[in-house]
């Protein structure tokens, strides 16, 4: 009887490895899932940067009030359509496109925002002018898009 008893204590451990057993792989299944989610959203926010969504809040919100028509600021009006304004349209203060798409760094609206457009043949101010400049995702944002090919997306 003692021995029964005995087997039966040392069976309880045993039987309980199982779920042990169990719940890991649960634990790993969840972690695997976790991780893949967050590789997914990682890559979905890296993967296409959109025109409407992103790109035109940004000149909405620093640039559009003074390139109006007829304000005519550096001869350049980003109203009514600023991806039409700017994609594959020659810059009026330098030999650059506006916006090249693929090529940030030949892309003049682009490297007025980065303070770089006096090194590439242009002139005036850094945009926008007056104000304090974008901050270092606003131009990671214009610089991604226009690196994906500028699209109207
Ligand atoms: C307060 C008014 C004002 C704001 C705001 C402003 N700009 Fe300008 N922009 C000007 C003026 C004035 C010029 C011409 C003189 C100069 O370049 O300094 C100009 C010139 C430019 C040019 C040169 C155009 C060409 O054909 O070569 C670009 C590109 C430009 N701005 C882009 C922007 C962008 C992008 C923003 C927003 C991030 C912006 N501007 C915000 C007033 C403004």
């Not at 792989?25 to 992103?54: H, M, N």
């Not at 030999?95 to 090249?100: A, Q, R, T």
């Amino acid at each position: 009887m003692q021995k029964a008893g005995a087997m039966a204590e040392r069976k309880d451990p045993g039987a309980s490895r199982p779920q042990a057993v169990a719940g890991q792989r649960g634990l790993l299944v969840r972690q695997i899932l976790l991780a893949a989610t967050l590789t997914y959203c990682a890559a979905a926010q890296s993967e296409t940067v959109s025109f409407a969504a992103e790109v035109q809040p940004i000149l909405t919100q620093y640039c559009v009030m003074c390139h109006v028509p007829g304000a005519a600021q550096g001869g350049h009006a980003l109203y009514p359509d600023a991806w039409k304004s700017m994609v594959n349209v020659p810059s009026t203060q330098s030999p650059l496109l506006l916006v090249k798409p693929g090529d940030p760094a030949a892309s003049y609206s682009f490297l007025k925002v980065t303070g770089e457009h006096l090194a590439a043949g242009g002139s005036g101010e850094i945009m926008p002018f007056p104000h304090a400049p974008l901050s270092q995702d606003e131009i990671n944002t214009f610089r991604q898009w226009i690196e994906q090919g500028a699209e109207q997306n």
